[in-house]
Nanobody, 122 residues
Framework: QVQLVESGGGLVQPGGSLRLSCAASGSFFSIRTMGWYRQAPGNQRELVATVTSAGSTNYADSVKGRFTISRDGAKNTVYLQVNSLKPEDTAVYYC????????????????WGQGTLVTVSS
């Protein structure tokens, strides 16, 4: 069973930056894609960015050029560097991963973290 723990959220002024981290722990065989999603009040959860185990990245159009996702395979950790923040970036940011277990090493299931709040306000 893998657990995801996010950190790094907080209150930041418009134009500011934060670095979000998500560490995977527990017992698992493999983690494939990891990513970040966000959910603003009254909105549905939406994709922010993903990174595969090979390092391929994908971004939502709204964050391209401002956010950077990276991954440390040795630490089973994914990061999201968020720059040039806007008030509309205010949301709970959730870490996401597709992991497999030792008993079913090639069957992946989706796991979510608890979320970390990012508030962009002056």
């Amino acid at each position: 069973q893998v657990q995801l723990v996010e950190s790094g959220g907080g209150l930041v002024q418009p134009g500011g930056s934060l670095r979000l981290s998500c560490a995977a722990s527990g017992s698992f065989f493999s983690i494939r894609t990891m990513g970040w999603y966000r959910q603003a009040p009254g909105n549905q959860r939406e994709l922010v960015a993903t990174v595969t185990s090979a390092g391929s990245t994908n971004y939502a159009d709204s964050v391209k050029g401002r956010f950077t996702i990276s991954r440390d395979g040795a630490k089973n950790t994914v990061y999201l560097q968020v720059n040039s923040l806007k008030p509309e970036d205010t949301a709970v940011y959730y870490c996401n991963a597709w992991s497999s277990s030792w008993s079913k090493p090639y069957q992946y299931r989706e796991v979510w973290g608890q979320g970390t709040l990012v508030t962009v306000s002056s």
